[in-house]
C-alpha cells in the first residue's frame, strides 16, 4: 500500500528569510497588494480571487473538516494503525491548527461462544483501556423449525 507524502514547513520557520518562490518577497517582509477586481485583459476572467454571496472567497471554501473509516485487519492492527497515523493524522495535526482524533471499535463474533475466563480477561482489559461501555452478551440464535414427521 503506497502513501502520499506532502512536504510540511513547521511553525518555527515562519520566520525565517527564506524566499517565497510565488511573489519573490521574503518572509516576514510586506507582501504586495492584490490587484483590483475586474476582468483580465482578455475580458474572460477575474484578477482576483471570484466573491461569493457572502463575501468569503474560494479560498475561504477549502476543507475545514475529515472524516473517513476503514476496516482494519485484526492480525495486522498494529501495522495498520501506524500507517493511518503517518498517512492521515500527521498531516492533519502538522497543520496550524489541526486537530485530530482517533477512535477504534473492536466487534467480534464467537460462533462456540467465549469460556468464562476470557470474558472476564477481555471485560478487565477493554475497562482498563477505557473502552466505553463494553460488554460480552450472548446472543440466544433460534433454532431451525422442526422438520415435520412424515406420516405414512
Do not use: W
Request: charged fraction near 30%; charge should be negative.
Amino acid at each position: 500500500m503506497a502513501f502520499v507524502a506532502r512536504a510540511q514547513s513547521s511553525p518555527r520557520d515562519a520566520g525565517s528569510n527564506t524566499c517565497q518562490t510565488q511573489s519573490g518577497t521574503e518572509r516576514g517582509a510586506a507582501t504586495p497588494e492584490p490587484p483590483v477586481s475586474g476582468p483580465t485583459p482578455d475580458g474572460k476572467g477575474s484578477e482576483t480571487p471570484e466573491r461569493i454571496d457572502d463575501g468569503a472567497t474560494a479560498a475561504d471554501r477549502n476543507p475545514r473538516r475529515f472524516y473517513g473509516a476503514v476496516e482494519l485487519d485484526p492480525l495486522r492492527l498494529t501495522r495498520d494503525a501506524e500507517q493511518i497515523a503517518e498517512a492521515i493524522v500527521e498531516h492533519i495535526t502538522g497543520l496550524v491548527g489541526g486537530e485530530a482524533r482517533a477512535r477504534l471499535e473492536v466487534e467480534a463474533d464467537v460462533p462456540g461462544g467465549v469460556q468464562e475466563d476470557v470474558v472476564r480477561t477481555v471485560t478487565e482489559n477493554a475497562r482498563t483501556l477505557r473502552f466505553e461501555a463494553p460488554r460480552l452478551r450472548a446472543e440466544v440464535r433460534p433454532r431451525p423449525p422442526a422438520m415435520p414427521c412424515a406420516t405414512p
